[in-house]
Nanobody, 124 residues
Framework: QVQLVESGGGLVQAGGSLRLSCAAS????????MAWFRQAPGEEREFVAA???????YYADSVKGRFTISRDNAQNTMYLQMNSLKPEDTAVYYC??????????????????WGQGTQVTVSS
């Protein structure tokens, strides 16, 4: 089991930026597919972005062009750079991990390990 700890959330005005971090305990971090999901109050958890092993990146249409997912395997850390934030980006953001390649990387059910979440609030 991989221990995941998110950080970097906070309150920001619309149009601002935040960078989330997800620190992983796993030494073989580079062999995991990593992803970000978010969940707003009363809503289901939704896919934000995924980084398949160390290669391909995928984004939800709602964040494409504004968010960037990346990882530093030497530091066992994943990042989500969020620019041009909108009030509708307000949610608890979770990082998730799955060994190797999940068949449906956009589904929360595909991931085995989750962080505790970090709150992002964007004011208008």
């Amino acid at each position: 089991q991989v221990q995941l700890v998110e950080s970097g959330g906070g309150l920001v005005q619309a149009g601002g930026s935040l960078r989330l971090s997800c620190a992983a305990s796993e030494r073989t971090f580079s062999t995991y597919t990593m992803a970000w999901f978010r969940q707003a109050p009363g809503e289901e958890r939704e896919f934000v972005a995924a980084l398949i092993l160390t290669k391909s990146t995928y984004y939800a249409d709602s964040v494409k062009g504004r968010f960037t997912i990346s990882r530093d395997n030497a530091q066992n850390t994943m990042y989500l750079q969020m620019n041009s934030l909108k009030p509708e980006d307000t949610a608890v953001y979770y990082c998730a991990a799955k060994k190797n390649y999940p068949s449906m990387f956009g589904s929360p059910n595909a991931y085995d390990d989750w962080g505790q979440g970090t709150q992002v609030t964007v004011s208008s």
